[in-house]
C-alpha cells in the first residue's frame, strides 16, 4: 500500500484535527488568541515532507525538505510560545497522525508499516530539532538587541543621573533585583554555551533565556519609564500637534492590550458613540496617557469589568474616564497616587512585581502637558475610575 498517497489525502483532515486538539489543549496557552491560519503556520509543509519521504523514491530527502520547521520555530518565538508549548504542538501532530493513519497502516505488510512508522518519526523528531535551533537564534538575536537597547538606554541615564540626583537610591533598589537575575542567567547560559557538547537539557537552557528576556524587558520598561519623566522634568518633551481620530486612537490601544485583559478573563467595554469626532492634540502623547490608564485598571483588576468611555463637553472640551473593579485606592492614598515611586500596597497584598510605580507619575504630566485635568474616584475593594479632561483644541 502506498502510505504517502494516502497522507496526500488526508492532510486537510489532519491538519483541521491538529489545530482543534491545540486550541484545546491547556497546556498551549499561547494559542488561545492565534487565528486558524497562525495556528496552522508552517505545519502544512512538515505533512508534505512526510507525504516525499513515504514516498519510496525519495527516503532520503530529510534534510532538504522540512526547513518550514525552521521558520516555525522563529515564528512561535515571535508569537511568545515557550518550549514546552512547542514541544507539546509536536507531541499532538504525531499522536493525529497515527490516528488518522491507523486504520490504513493496519493494513499494509509489517515491514511497511513498521517503515513508515520509522519514517514519520524521524521527520517529526528532525522537525522539532530544527524548530527548537530556529527558536534559540530568534531568542537570542532578540537578547542582543535588548542588549544593544540597555547600552544605550544606560549612556544616557547615565547622563541624567549626572544632572540630576533625586531619586537615585530608590531606583538604583528597583534595577538591582533584575540586573541580578540578568548577570546571573547570563552568566549561567553562557558557560553553558562554552560547554556546548555536554548540554543535554535543551528545555532547561531555552528557559535561562527565557529568564533573561524577561528580567530584560522589565528593566528595560523601567529605564524607559524613568527617561521619560526625565525628559519632561528637563522640559525635553515637544508636542506635535495634529488632527486625531480619538475613538480610532482607543480601538487601537484596547486592542494592543486585549491579551492583557483575556489572560485574566476581564470583560472590556468601550463606549465611543460621544467621542469627539476629531480633535487637535498630540496623538503619540494621548496614547500614552490612554494606554498607561488602561494597563494599570487591567492589571489591579482581578475580575470584573474594564469601562472606557469618551464623550464630548461643553466649553471647548472632551473627557475619557477609565473604570476597574480593582483593588481600588483608600483615600489616604489618593493624594499620593501620582507622585513618582509611590505603589499602593495592602497588609495581605504588595505592589506588583512589574509595577514601577511611575505609570501615573508619566500621566499625570502628561495631562499638565495638554492641557488638561485628572481626576480620581475610587474606593477599596469596588474600584476605580480616572477621568482626564482635555480642551478639544489645544494651545501651541
Not at 12 to 18: M, S, V
Not at 229 to 258: F, H, W
Not at 323 to 338: V, W
Request: aromatic share 6%.
Amino acid at each position: 500500500m502506498d502510505f504517502s498517497q494516502v497522507l496526500a489525502e488526508k492532510t486537510d483532515t489532519i491538519l483541521d484535527k491538529w489545530v482543534t486538539a491545540v486550541r484545546k489543549d491547556r497546556r498551549i496557552e499561547s494559542a488561545d488568541d492565534l487565528s486558524y491560519t497562525a495556528v496552522k503556520d508552517h505545519v502544512p509543509d512538515v505533512l508534505q515532507a512526510m507525504v516525499t519521504v513515504l514516498s519510496k523514491s525519495q527516503e532520503n530527502d530529510i534534510e532538504s525538505i522540512v526547513t518550514a520547521s525552521f521558520q516555525h520555530g522563529a515564528i512561535r518565538a515571535e508569537q511568545g510560545f515557550d518550549p514546552a508549548e512547542i514541544a507539546r504542538e509536536y507531541h499532538l501532530l504525531r499522536t493525529v497522525i497515527f490516528d488518522a493513519l491507523q486504520a490504513d497502516l493496519l493494513e499494509g505488510t509489517p515491514v511497511d508499516i513498521i517503515r513508515s512508522m520509522r519514517l514519520i518519526d524521524a521527520i517529526i523528531d528532525e522537525a522539532i530539532a530544527r524548530c527548537f535551533k530556529s527558536y534559540v537564534e530568534e531568542r537570542l538575536r532578540e537578547l542582543q538587541q535588548l542588549q544593544l537597547s540597555l547600552t544605550l538606554h544606560n549612556e544616557e541615564l547615565t547622563r541624567l543621573m549626572s544632572a540630576n540626583q533625586e531619586y537615585l537610591s530608590q531606583l538604583a533598589h528597583e534595577l538591582k533585583h533584575p540586573l541580578t537575575s540578568i548577570i546571573g542567567y547570563s552568566d549561567l547560559f553562557l558557560r553553558q554555551q562554552r560547554r556546548k557538547t555536554q548540554i543535554k537539557d535543551t528545555s532547561a537552557n531555552l528557559e535561562h533565556i527565557e529568564r533573561v528576556l524577561r528580567n530584560g524587558r522589565q528593566l528595560l520598561h523601567l529605564i524607559n519609564d524613568v527617561l521619560e519623566l526625565s525628559r519632561y522634568e528637563a522640559g525635553q518633551i515637544k508636542l506635535q500637534l495634529a488632527p486625531t481620530d480619538v475613538s480610532e486612537l482607543i480601538n487601537n490601544i484596547c486592542e494592543m492590550l486585549e491579551p492583557l485583559a483575556v489572560g485574566k478573563n476581564l470583560k472590556v467595554v468601550v463606549d465611543c458613540d460621544r467621542a469627539p469626532k476629531e480633535l487637535i492634540t498630540d496623538p503619540f502623547q494621548c496614547q500614552q496617557i490612554i494606554t498607561n490608564l488602561i494597563s494599570n485598571a487591567i492589571r489591579y483588576t482581578e475580575s470584573g469589568t474594564i469601562i472606557i468611555m469618551c464623550q464630548v463637553l461643553e466649553n471647548q472640551r472632551w473627557a475619557i474616564a477609565v473604570s476597574d473593579t480593582g483593588i481600588g485606592i483608600a483615600p489616604e492614598n489618593q493624594a499620593q497616587i501620582f507622585e513618582p515611586y509611590f505603589r499602593v500596597s495592602f497588609s495581605d497584598r504588595p505592589y506588583l512585581p512589574d509595577s514601577t510605580g511611575l505609570g501615573l507619575a508619566i500621566v499625570s504630566r502628561l495631562v499638565k502637558l495638554l492641557q488638561g485635568t485628572i481626576n480620581l474616584v475610587s474606593e477599596v475593594g469596588v474600584g476605580s475610575t480616572f477621568t482626564v479632561i482635555f480642551p478639544l483644541q489645544i494651545e501651541s
